[in-house]
């Protein structure tokens, strides 16, 4: 194949390298940067700036500028804190604004064919962060995928043990559904969760 | 929406430049290259390096790291010259391995609903080029778009002036198509230039 040049031919690796991208969008992505000079230096410069700006919040772990997080920091419901399995779980949870206590990030899930144990999941710095606090109720908002349900179980079990209250997010039909259309396991799900009209 | 940092919205802004991307694509490309820190530097390093390495050659108009580019400098047949519309066209015709001659990148197509003419694109160039060239044909490898074929249009006419051959890229029915699914026009010039057994 035609190498344009080392440099072009090095970007078009790093482009590679991200998730859904493969050899014609890494191309496509790359000639309509070479396009906007201007928009490939400010690219550069964000990456830059987000790989030495941006790190863990040391009470949380979600992802933060400033130590601790502005949710960690902020004024919220310290009585309540939810579990989630990644910083952008808890934007999803956010971006309800049906919740306004605390969050744990737990950096992934229970997964023993990957090699994630307990030990790898900030599973010992949430029960530290338990200890002593205020904390009455612990939402576990995990996946509902195998490795998911499997951490939620795995948690459940030791959070009940220190006497707290343990809730998990609802299963059911999602809005705007036909129920047709819904697989059988969520149905049954909504029907044993059903609530007074 | 919940912030994470500035810096982190910044590289998201930046990532929906791109195109193809949207809103959940830059948020999963961010998170993805925030778990690798060493992919975001290279990244980052790899970007700079195609801003200040990378320039279009100064004689076919195709990107390049050198100045002639490696094509132009390189031992080709003289008598040919192949003109396409951007950089990647060259990439595809390259790919093939069957042309051994020079190109010629017009950096567009006429187009004039939005008000590309005749000047923006490397026309003038192409012409200083083929004046006491050795060039004897000129393939026009132009899209086969509107725009491409307008472009191949006023460019044949030009060059068929100055008293060379000018051809285009064949049409017809693509290598492993099921003929019954290609389109009425395609097998049209497919069965015009239908070529003896």
New interface residues.
Partial sequence: ????????G??L???K????VGEK?A????????R??G????????????????HFCSVCF?????DP???CSGDRDDAVICVVE???D??AI??CHAFRGRYHVLQGALSPLSGITPSQLRIAELLERLRNSQVREVIIATNFSVEGEATALYLGKILKDLGLKVTRLAHGIPLGSDIEYVDAATVQRAVEGRSEF
Same sequence: chains 1, 2.
């Fill in positions: 194949m035609l190498q344009f040049s080392a440099s072009f090095r970007l690796l790093e482009l390298k991200l998730p859904g969008t191309l496509r992505l790359a000639f309509h940067l070479l906007s000079p928009n490939m230096e400010a690219l550069a410069s964000s990456l830059r700036a987000v790989a030495e700006n941006v979600g992802i933060t500028e400033d997080c502005s949710i990644e910083p952008q808890m934007l956010e971006r």
